[in-house]
């Protein structure tokens, strides 16, 4: 089995910057997707960004050139640099684990960010 644990959320300013960290415990295959998704108030949760155990990533538009996915395999840990904010970013960021025979979610961590 395979558990999440989120850090890093919190309220910021528009056009700030916050980190985001998931690191996974349990048994974990090799070769696995590890990702960030957010939804916000009334709305259908998100792809925000995603990244293969190989470091291929892809990232929804409306977070490129802003937002900044990257692994450490070492320690099964994915992290999310977010930068210049913008109120819209506001949301639940849930950290996802993906492998053949498994998908995981973490228990969500809240971003705020203010005008």
């Known amino acids: 089995q395979v558990q999440l644990a989120e850090s890093g959320g919190g309220l910021v300013q528009a056009g700030g910057s916050l980190r985001l960290s998931c690191a996974a415990s349990?048994?974990?295959?090799?070769?696995?997707?590890m990702g960030w998704f957010r939804q916000a108030p009334g709305k259908q949760r998100e792809l925000v960004a995603v990244?293969?155990?190989?470091?291929?990533?892809n990232y929804a538009d409306s977070v490129k050139g802003r937002f900044a996915i990257s692994r450490d395999n070492a320690r099964n840990t994915v992290y999310l640099q977010m930068n210049s904010l913008k109120p819209e970013d506001t949301a639940v960021y849930y950290c996802?684990?993906?492998?053949?025979?498994?998908?995981?979610w973490g228990q969500g961590t809240q971003v705020t960010v203010s005008s």
């Open positions: 349990g048994t974990i295959s090799r070769m696995n997707t």
């Open positions: 990244v293969t155990s190989g470091g291929m990533t």
């Open positions: 996802k684990m993906q492998s053949l025979g498994y998908t995981t």
